[in-house]
């Protein structure tokens, strides 16, 4: 199991993929992955996607397109 930062029962995972690229999981307290970001080559690129979660995903706009 890879590292994860955890807060309130949810937690972002940072995980490899086979073709050794990074890749981060937003988990539910439940278990069951929410969001999956795209790949990246260097495990830093994965913690600055988190990093900008964490910051950015509070103010981030809605737009209900449905």
């Known amino acids: 199991m890879s590292k994860g930062e955890e807060g309130s029962g949810y937690r972002f995972e940072i995980k490899?993929?086979?073709?050794?690229?990074?890749f981060v999981n937003f988990?539910?307290?439940n278990g069951e992955t929410m969001v999956r970001t795209e790949r990246y080559t260097a495990k830093a690129?994965?913690?600055?996607?988190?990093?900008?979660?964490k910051k950015n995903g509070p103010g981030a706009?809605?737009?209900d397109e449905a």
């Open 16 to 22: 490899k993929s086979s073709d050794d690229q990074f």
């Open 27 to 29: 988990v539910a307290s």
């Open 45 to 53: 690129s994965a913690q600055n996607a988190i990093d900008s979660l």
């Open 61 to 63: 706009e809605v737009n």
